[in-house]
């Protein structure tokens, strides 16, 4: 059985960081490619960042690019999402996600990674909230 398992999330202050872990096993373990994306109160699902296992790239959102970092154990597929200077707009529930067989050659993985379908396989979600 598939499974996506996060960690990390919580209440955080304005300008500080954060690091949210996610663990891939059963199916999800092979997927191609894992991903973050957030859903913040009364807004759609959003991309936030990406990495393919195979070729090593990452993809950020414009929102976070230049605040965001992901690191991963390619061996366990473990996504870590490092997080710094979090503003009140962070504040989402972030979802990891595991999948990019659909699109995992190099110019379809740089059209299609931000998009929820090609996802096959869900977390069930971590809050964060960024409050003083």
């Known amino acids: 059985q598939a499974q996506l398992l996060e960690s990390g999330g919580g209440l955080v202050q304005p300008g500080s960081s954060l690091s949210l872990s996610c663990a891939a096993s059963?199916?999800?373990?092979?997927?191609?490619?894992m991903a973050w994306f957030r859903q913040a109160p009364g807004k759609d699902r959003e991309f936030v960042a990406a990495?393919?296992?195979?070729?090593?790239?990452?993809r950020y959102a414009d929102s976070v690019k230049d605040r965001a970092t992901v690191r991963g154990d390619n061996r366990n597929h473990v996504l870590a999402l490092q997080m710094t200077n979090l503003k009140l707009e962070d504040t989402a529930v972030y979802y990891c996600a595991a999948g990019g067989a659909s699109f995992d050659s190099p110019f379809q993985w740089g059209v299609r990674v931000g998009e929820q379908a090609g996802y096959a396989y869900w977390g069930q979600g971590t809050q964060v909230t960024v409050s003083s």
């Open positions: 990495i393919n296992w195979g070729r090593r790239v990452e």
């Open positions: 059963g199916s999800a373990f092979s997927s191609p490619t």
